[in-house]
């Protein structure tokens, strides 16, 4: 069985909420187990997150970036960099604000180069916004357009559920296409060479 960890931070409830969501969506692939992680933890024990084949990042978007906690545990694997455990991975990864746009794209973007510093392996979100299929719009999978990871929208000042449904949507089949990729591509060891010495 394939073993993601979904590692996220949440100040308010919003984005852990959409961490379970996104964690649903992976249970539903028969050969993959999802655990939740906060980032604080993760970032107490950086090399427990080698145990997973697959990493989803999730933050919410501050100040058009990652949170502090979320970049404080992007930091302290720091030590995994050097030794490039991480290489060969799959990662991906997620945000949540407040806003329909809100910069979300660049939260994403800090979890893409973190992934790539690692020698990672990113999933995108390869979803059809549905909205282009007569799906009213709150309730359309991908309504944001977001492809280069999940995005979601926490409506202002709502409860941690306050989402428009198609987020919610979109955050399960985010998680189920994730899983569904690393079974296809799983099935031989993904980390294979030396990454510190050059081919002969
Ligand atoms: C310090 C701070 C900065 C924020 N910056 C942004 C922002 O750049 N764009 C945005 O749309 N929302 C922004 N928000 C709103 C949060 O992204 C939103 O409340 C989110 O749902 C918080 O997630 P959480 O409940 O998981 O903590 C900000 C909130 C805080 C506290």
Redesign the pocket.
Known sequence: MKKIAVIY?????????IAIQVAAGIRAVSKADATLLKAEDATADPDGILRFDGLIFGS??????V?GQFKTFMDSTGPLWRRQQLKGKLAAGFT????P????QSTLGAMFTFSMQHGMLWVGNAILPEQHAGVPYAEAANRLGSWSGLMAQ?M?SSP?DGFPSGDIKTARMFGHNFAETLERLGTAPLIRSNPLKAPA
């Open positions: 931070h949440s100040a308010h409830g919003h984005t852990e909420h919410p978007t501050y100040l058009g970036g949170s949540v604000s407040s806003l746009a809100g910069d979300k926490a202002h941690a």
